[in-house]
Nanobody, 126 residues
Framework: QVQLVESGGGLVQAGGSLRLSCAVS????????MGWFRQAPGKEREFVTA????????YYSGSAKGRFTISRDNNKNTVYLQMNSLKSEDTAVYYC???????????????????WGQGTQVTVSS
């Protein structure tokens, strides 16, 4: 059973930074594509960013590009999301997700990810 536990959310002023972490309890962490999604109140869950198994390939949504950085440590079974220059519109519950599909590339739909964390709230005050 794969378990994902996010941490690092909180309240921050606009322009500030937060670093989210997602610890994954599975021996074969390096076989997983990892992604971050978010869901704002009244909106659908949306893709933020994802990273390949080795970390060599990364994709960002347009809203995240240039401000957010995803990284992973395969020795610690952890994926990170560094968020800088935060805006009020970044306020959402942030979820990490894992895609274990063999030999797949990075995908963007939440339905492609089988395992999800419980989410962590990020609130950006203006």
């Amino acid at each position: 059973q794969v378990q994902l536990v996010e941490s690092g959310g909180g309240l921050v002023q606009a322009g500030g930074s937060l670093r989210l972490s997602c610890a994954v309890s599975v021996p074969a962490f390096s076989s997983l594509i990892m992604g971050w999604f978010r869901q704002a109140p009244g909106k659908e869950r949306e893709f933020v960013t994802a990273i390949s198994r080795s970390g060599d390939y990364i994709y960002y949504s347009g809203s995240a590009k240039g401000r957010f950085t995803i990284s992973r440590d395969n020795n610690k079974n952890t994926v990170y999301l560094q968020m800088n220059s935060l805006k009020s519109e970044d306020t959402a519950v942030y979820y990490c997700a894992a895609d274990s599909t063999y030999n797949s590339g990075i995908r963007y739909r939440d339905s492609d990810y089988e395992y999800w964390g419980q989410g962590t709230q990020v609130t950006v005050s203006s």
